[in-house]
């Protein structure tokens, strides 16, 4: 099956050394960066608003939508958001590690339609072999005079750093980013009123945008919006990086078009289920997104709104399949021993609540559930994200109380049963693997 | 202006309309009118956070109801709001829930217990009950974060009240939290104690028994408390506090907010200096000196007989000048209004004087034309402070101040001899050489120096005018306040130490004053004169009250030559001190929280003062030992209570006309304040006046700190041991020239006195000058003259 590639179109076709600044300028690359300065402001946000690159970093947010929203106070600044930490998901990483000089160029555009004179690149900090391409990548610029003072030629200036994170899960959202960046606790501001491109960081106005999206600007200026849009589906225009792992024959990062049904993605792209087992469930777009089953979504296709109808998103891109030798309490207890542990705890339901939550579900799992357990967990779950819906009504400042919420979620919707059974039966079917409480 | 601009936005807030201020929190608007949100996090005088979620309310949306915290949102026209439906109640109990699993419930051993916003909140919003069975988080308990704050991490519900509140209000971000997640915690930096003089307010404003107090820590129930409101007799601001007693014994001050003076918050001297109350040295029964020097405890009536007979047989022998009063500002304005009219219509004498020296003059302490207002900073373009360091000495000033310049834009110049509190926040820092404020002062005036000018322009400017330290007379305070008054849009307000100092000068306890400001016909003799006649023999009786001037005038040795040559010495006071040793007879004082009162703040809001425990074993108020006094010597002033007093005082201080009892109502909670300067007595404008500069090689600055050796911090124990004792500063290149280093010592010698102390080097003081903490633990006075002499003595270690 022949698929469109855009942003992984160079690594794939250079695998070596698409990563050097010879190879990228060899292949067409900063020319679009050096033509968007003769562009104004308006007609590449407009450019990108049309084109409706949607915000790969999980919101599936409107990128040009994003621009427009910057306010006038100057100065404003851009942050790549490079924290790429939800469980399963690897794509940026592919991202900066190969094509690095890919995302500069699309910084470079994105600074100009925001007029933006300094730029961050903030990468988890669990990225080194990443943050030294990206760093060898900006120092090339900065050489080449693609960064710094008056770059190609004009009078635009454009500083770029880049920092790396200190490994809190939370500093991939965008205002706790920007309170990381400014030397804080990374924890998320309150929105509103801190809206980055209004008060974003320094309290001036702000882009925040991921790798990926800011990968796609320079092609979704090289082949104009609507070309862009004819890539693949009409809404949810251009490819996406997947990040298939799990129980596939074939986990990996993949770049594919919008659109394609999950079984396509399952059993075709990533070459099914291993050892032949049954599909059980598969988390469709990051640790945060409630999961889908075989009898209901297989032959969904994979878009935002489809996704979302169904109760889920398409998040980060990252799918994480569980066959039929999968407990799903456990795969709960460690999605939610992980959000537990990634809480910030700035606000009262996800400090106490999901810990609380991972507490309960260690002792179903290790046979000490109660059968009153799972109201309790269903209830305080309720507390964190009202009616346990995605997306969620939350009690929190931020999405990730809720998200800890989301394999619960799963849980009441497709295996009460397989609680039950744990707590009737006084453990877990699938074998006793003694679940250490480990919260926080 | 549109009805929104005038009457505020229209909200509805379960089903009624109310209008407010648009942008107004919500969580404010539905208080102010009447519906109470539960709430931890927020506090009205600290940046919203919205951590808590206790505040959650349902909002009407375009998009459907919405649930959003009442603290961070501000209200907007046409808002509808319900606190009450299930789904808000719903989210309450959650919220309580989870902050009580971790909780210890150790209930009936916290202080906070009884007053717990927790315990009430779970009362009125919580679920009941619990269903967490699993461990609750441990933690140990409790630590001390600081000499007088201790933390039990396992109370905290992590609100950020006292984080918020170290770095917004008095610029100390010395608490933070530590950790993430479950394991989120309170702490202090590795080594650094949470050594803020305002560390006490985050006891006060912490939502449950988390951060407790060592001076009231298991103490009492505070269902056995009662409680009195009260001004604080600490500093001259006047700060609103509740004083609460158990079984008689005072045992904690609460601040009040209130927004003329101290906004609630309190200094931790105020806070805590309440220990000397029920210290066990309380002086309980009259003393009369025998042969010997010892004391016996005598009748009142053998005490005030004794004194009349010397006192009168002082005055007929040689006039009512040889007698002297001292002291007066502590006390309440009917006690110093007494203190007066004894001394003038009594005694007989002119020579009266509640100031030890170390202030400034009465004139323009108490009729200066365009007398600033605290609330004045609050609308100040730019705010000059040129004095003391508000941070030592007037610690709630430095607060309102520094709210001032970092929330409401105001310009800031201070200046000084050395680093002062409010540095970090300034516009522009001077550092000057005390002895040369002249030429400073004279080029500022002659707009010299641009960078004031600058500043200058955003007006109204407001001052803070007062001695920078003992070394440097008073008539530089009133010519830098000539100058501030010379500008467009200015007004000062002069700095003087000590509760009630200006209601005392209002009162006449001043040699050049009359009750109501009016100035002596014929001027007496100030403290110094006085020590001096004392030493001489031109003065030979002495009545001192609630005043220590061995340790508190400046120059002490001349004080303790005065005491030692005084014929015949009297005092009133709560303790024996370093005076009183000089007395022969000592008469002991109820306290403030004794007695009942007015007292004046330094800018003239008269407010009052009440009881809520009795004295020490026979003591009685000021007033009524004097009108006994009066009474042996032939002259009964006919007043029975304070009451009276006040009616009197009243009547003869026009400017205090309206500041009756009744009009200082307690609801209005902000006093009254008293015209400056009164009636019909002129306003004054000081002359500008100019002093040499010192061209000693090195000069001395003496300024006080917030924790000294005074009797009543060292009658408090929680308090005395802050004192941070004796040292010598110097700037690195005087000690590099004197081969003194940290640590090492010098030997300052003085024409008062020399006192041998451990160096700090001080790169902040001016070149030049050598600045020693004033009546520190230990340390002799060195006078106030600024001439020293210093030289290291042995080897640096």
């Not at chain 2, 009512?320 to 007066?328: E, H, P, R």
Request: proline share 6%; charged share 25%; aromatic share 6%.
């Amino acid at each position: 099956m022949s698929r469109p590639l855009v942003v992984t179109r160079r690594m794939v076709d250079h695998p070596t050394d698409s990563h050097t600044l010879d190879r990228y300028q060899e292949t067409g690359g900063y020319e679009m960066a050096r033509r968007s300065l003769d562009m104004t402001r308006d007609e590449i946000v407009e450019t990108v608003k049309s084109a409706n690159l949607l915000g790969r970093g999980g919101a599936a947010f409107s990128a040009g939508l994003k621009w427009s929203f910057l306010a006038p106070d100057r100065p404003a600044y851009v942050v790549v958001n490079a924290d790429e930490s939800e469980p399963g998901t690897f794509k940026d990483r592919q991202l900066l590690e190969r094509d690095p000089h890919q995302l500069i160029e699309g910084l470079i555009i994105t600074s100009w339609a925001n007029e933006a004179n300094h730029a961050f690149i903030y990468i988890r900090g669990e990225y080194p072999k990443p943050a030294r391409r990206v760093q060898q990548a900006v120092d090339e610029a900065y050489a080449a005079g693609y960064l710094g003072e008056g770059i190609f030629g004009t009078d635009f200036d454009l500083e770029v750093t880049v920092h790396l994170g200190g490994g809190a899960y939370i500093c991939g959202e965008e205002t706790a980013m920007i309170n990381s960046l400014e030397g804080l606790r990374g924890e998320p501001r309150l929105k509103p009123p801190y809206f980055p491109a209004a008060k974003g960081l320094y309290m001036k106005p702000t882009i925040v945008n991921n790798v990926e999206t800011i990968c796609n600007v320079p092609h979704v200026l090289a082949m104009g919006a609507e070309d862009f849009k004819g890539i693949a589906h009409p809404e949810d225009t251009g490819t996406f990086l997947l990040s298939l792992s799990g129980h596939v024959n074939e986990p990996g990062n993949y770049e594919l078009p919008h659109g394609l049904t999950w079984r396509e993605i399952i059993y075709d792209v990533a070459g099914g289920i291993r050892d032949g087992n049954e599909l059980k469930t598969w988390i469709p777009g990051g640790a945060s997104a409630p999961w889908f089953v075989p009898s209901l979504h297989l032959d969904m296709p994979l878009t935002k709104q489809a996704t979302a109808d169904a109760g889920s998103m398409i998040g980060s891109g990252a799918v994480v399949v569980m066959d039929e030798t999968t407990c799903v309490v456990r795969a709960a207890l460690r999605l939610v021993r992980f959000f537990a542990h990634e809480s910030c705890g700035e606000c009262t339901p996800c400090r106490e609540g999901a810990p609380w939550l991972e507490m309960m579900l260690t002792r179903i799992e290790n046979g000490q559930g109660r059968p009153v357990d799972f109201d309790v967990i269903l209830d305080v779950s309720d507390g964190i994200s009202i009616g346990l819906e995605w997306p969620p009504k939350m009690t929190t400042i931020c999405a990730l109380g809720p998200s800890a919420v989301s394999p619960i979620i799963s849980l009441r919707d497709h295996f009460g049963d397989e609680v039950v059974a744990h707590i009737e039966g006084g453990g877990c079917p699938f074998g006793r693997v003694e679940e250490e409480e480990v919260v926080a | 202006m549109t009805a929104r601009e005038t009457e505020g936005v229209l909200v509805t807030i379960d089903g009624k309309e109310v209008r407010a201020p648009e942008g107004e929190l919500l969580i404010k608007t539905a208080e102010d009118n009447g519906t109470y949100i539960p709430r931890f996090c927020w506090h009205p005088r600290l940046k919203e956070v919205g951590m808590c979620r206790m505040c959650l309310v349902d909002i009407e949306t375009p998009g459907g109801s919405m649930m959003v915290t009442a603290c961070t949102n501000p209200i907007s026209d046409g808002m509808v709001v319900d606190t009450k439906n299930d789904r808000v109640k719903k989210a309450q109990e959650a919220i309580l829930e989870y902050l009580l699993i971790n909780h210890p419930l150790d209930c009936p051993v916290c202080d906070r217990g009884g007053e717990c916003p927790l315990q009430d909140q779970t009362m009125s919003y919580g679920p009941g009950e619990t269903r967490f069975v699993e461990e609750k988080r441990h933690f140990e308990k409790p630590i001390p974060i600081s000499d007088l704050v201790l933390l039990d991490r396992e109370r905290c519900i992590l609100c950020a009240r006292c984080t918020r509140f170290a770095d917004e209000v008095p610029g100390d971000p010395l608490i933070e939290f530590k950790e993430r997640g479950y394991g989120t915690q309170i702490s202090i930096f590795p080594n650094q104690p949470f050594s803020s003089y305002f560390s006490g307010n985050t006891v006060q404003i912490c939502p449950v028994g988390a951060l407790t107090a060592t001076p009231y820590r298991f103490r009492a129930r505070p269902w056995d408390l009662k409680a009195v409101e009260s001004t604080c007799p600490h500093c001259t601001a006047g700060d609103r506090i509740s004083i609460e007693a158990s079984q008689n014994q005072v045992l904690r001050f609460l601040g009040v907010d209130v927004d003329a003076t101290n906004r609630g918050w309190l200094s931790d001297k105020c806070r805590f200096g309440f220990e000397y109350l029920n210290s066990e040295d309380r002086l309980t029964n009259p003393l009369a000196r025998q042969e010997g020097g010892t004391y016996e405890e005598v009748s009142w009536g053998e005490a005030t007989s004794i004194i009349a007979q010397r006192f009168g047989a002082i005055r007929e022998a040689h006039g009512g000048d040889a007698l002297a009063v001292l002291g007066g500002a502590h006390g309440t304005n009917e006690d110093a209004y007494a203190l007066s009219v004894f001394a003038r219509d009594v005694l007989g004498t002119k020579n009266i004087d509640c100031r030890m020296d170390d202030a400034l003059g009465t004139r323009l302490l108490t009729g200066i034309d365009r007398r600033a207002r605290i609330s004045d900073v609050d609308t100040a373009g730019t705010i000059i402070v040129w004095g003391p360091d508000l941070k030592e000495e007037h610690p709630t000033l430095y607060l309102r101040v520094r709210h001032a310049v970092q929330e409401l834009g105001a310009n800031l110049i201070v200046i000084h001899p050395r680093a002062t509190g409010l540095d970090d926040r300034a516009d522009l820092k001077i550092t000057y050489r005390p002895g040369s404020g002249s030429d400073l002062l004279t080029q500022l005036r002659g707009g010299d120096r641009d960078d004031v000018n600058a500043l200058l322009e955003a007006s109204p400017v407001v001052a803070f005018v007062g001695r920078t330290g003992y070394t440097e007379g008073p008539t530089m305070a009133e010519a830098v306040a000539s100058w501030i008054l010379e500008l467009e849009d200015s007004r000062v307000l002069p700095l003087a130490r000590r509760a009630n100092v200006f209601g005392a000068l209002d009162m006449g306890v001043a040699p050049d004053l009359e009750p109501g400001r009016i100035a002596a016909t014929e001027t007496g003799r100030d403290t110094r004169q006085i020590l001096g006649g004392l030493a001489s023999g031109d003065i030979r009786g002495l009545l001192l009250v609630g005043a220590d001037p061995v340790r508190d005038v400046p120059d002490g040795s001349l004080a303790t030559s005065g005491l030692s040559g005084a014929e015949f010495v009297v005092a009133i006071d709560m303790f024996h001190n370093d005076s009183t040793a000089h007395a022969d007879v000592i008469l002991p004082a109820l306290g403030f929280s004794e007695k009942e009162g007015t007292v004046t703040n330094i800018e003239g809001r008269v407010q009052k003062v009440n009881r809520i425990a009795p004295g020490s074993g026979q003591s009685r108020s000021d007033w009524s030992i004097i009108a006994d006094i009066a009474t042996a010597l032939g002259s009964d002033l006919g007043w029975t209570s304070e009451q009276e007093i006040n009616d009197a005082m009243m009547a003869r201080v026009p400017a205090y006309a309206e500041a009756s009892w009744d009009a200082l109502d307690w609801e209005e909670r902000d006093g009254v304040v008293v015209p400056a300067p009164g009636a019909d007595v002129p306003v004054y404008r000081p002359e500008m006046t100019t002093q040499p500069t010192v061209g000693a090689e090195l000069v001395l600055h003496s300024a006080r700190k917030l924790y000294d050796d005074g009797v009543m911090m060292r009658k408090g124990p929680s308090l005395h041991r802050l004192a941070p004792g004796g040292f010598a500063h110097l700037h690195p290149d005087d000690a590099r020239r004197l081969g003194a280093r940290t640590g090492s010592a010098v030997r300052l010698v003085t024409k008062r006195g020399e006192a041998e102390l451990p160096v700090q080097v001080d790169p902040s003081l001016h070149r030049g000058v050598v600045y020693v903490p004033f009546n520190q633990p230990g340390v002799g006075p060195l006078g106030d003259d600024p001439v020293v002499r210093v030289t290291a003595v042995g080897e640096p270690d």
